[in-house]
């Protein structure tokens, strides 16, 4: 059950902030004995600038992705799946007014002490209502995460996107950064505590150059190997 905040800050936005917070819960769920479905939900609320002092704040576009994948554990493991996006936004600063669908593929190998994810994602709009911004957005996120003792790692998991709908000059955003992370309890309860720093090679105009992005990951582990929930948590 992760959480995340981002706080976005200078370029485009001049001496203004955003922020955006994502709850994102994440549920395996059997699909008989061979296959299991990966449902993860990103629900935004997004605060921004308007302009003048003015801001603007409220939910954002939600997301559902379903990814398939073998019950059985490989490595590297893979998962392939729709991923949806539904027009729930009641902000200017989020609102595209379209219902989109595009496909989704994960794939996840470990390496040693290294965890190695690259997840793809493409939407595309089915149903428009001509207003707001248009949906038709490339979702690139890599991840490396390197473990170290006791529950600490350094991992780096910048989300690359291409806005196809936009201007040549503002179709791609690309953080470059890293953080850290640690696995710990509060109690019986088991979470992952991260924190990570992005500069933008390339961002639209508007955009912010700079991003705080700090996660707190509740887990709950079945039968996991040991550092599982960790590799999966980051």
Known sequence: MPIQFNFYSGGGLDRESMSVINVQPVLPLAMG??????ARTIVPFVNAPLGNGARTE??????????????KTDDPTWAVGPV??????????????D???????VVVKHIGAFVLRGLVTQMWPVSADGDGIQLNLLTIQPFVNYNLADGWAISTSPIITANWAASDDDEWTIPIGVGVSKVTA???????????????AERPESAGSSQLRFTV???FPKAAAPGASTAAAR
């Open 186 to 200: 509060l109690g019986r309860q088991p979470f992952n505590v991260s924190i990570q720093y992005f500069g933008t």
């Open 33 to 38: 004995t061979r296959w299991n479905l990966i």
């Open 58 to 71: 409220g939910l954002g576009e939600i997301v559902f992705q379903g990814f398939v994948t073998k019950a």
């Open 99 to 105: 219902w989109g669908l595009g496909p989704g593929v």
């Open 217 to 219: 990951s509740m887990l």
């Open 84 to 97: 949806f996006s539904f027009p729930t936004a009641n902000t200017d600063a989020a609102h595209t007014g």
